[in-house]
């Protein structure tokens, strides 16, 4: 693993660096339980300053790239913003019993809003997959929560076997 970070606040300088590179059965792929303990590979570096940050983030299994991710955050304005994306192959990175929600190629897309006057606007929080599909968006505030979710696992054709403590169960 080599990391590198630097912090320059009177400059609003942030940045870092971590690289972990390891062959297979190694303590990441032990720590995450990955199937099969795979070689992990995974990059995460950010640019810019830290009230305009932007991040990546590459993970690799076998060599073979398994999800790409980028991060935007803004807190220079009054409305402070974060901006998410997650794509690939989410399945090796799950526990057994999410698998089924990951399965395939996966997207996870946020953007969020802390506003002003302190309240939390979820302008858009979308997750595909092969199976599911959900969105959201709505308001987080001190007077309540105002939230809609819309969202679809499989169709009438498609079966789906969970593992659950050795055990498979079938929706």
């Known amino acids: 693993m080599h990391a590198q970070w630097s912090i320059a606040p009177e400059a609003d300088g942030f940045g870092l660096s971590v690289k972990v590179d390891e062959s297979g059965e190694g303590f990441f792929a032990d720590l995450i339980d990955i199937p099969g303990r795979p070689a992990f590979q995974a990059e995460i570096a950010t640019n810019g300053p830290l009230s305009a940050l932007a991040a990546d983030l590459n993970i690799a299994l076998d060599g073979r790239q398994a999800a790409t991710g980028q991060l935007l955050l803004n807190l220079e304005d009054a409305n402070q913003t974060v901006e998410a994306k997650l794509r690939g192959q989410l399945a090796p990175l799950m526990p057994d019993l999410v698998v089924p929600f990951v399965a395939g190629n996966s997207e996870f ?5 802390r506003q002003a006057n302190g309240n939390f606007l979820i ?13 959201a968006s709505g308001t987080y505030a001190e007077a309540g929560v105002d939230l809609t979710v819309d969202g679809q696992f499989g169709d009438a054709d498609t079966q ?9 169960s079938s929706v």
């Open 109 to 113: 897309n946020l953007r969020a809003i």
């Open 160 to 168: 789906v076997a969970f593992s659950r403590m050795g055990r498979i």
């Open 123 to 135: 302008e858009a929080a979308d997750f595909t997959s092969a199976l599911t599909r959900f969105s």
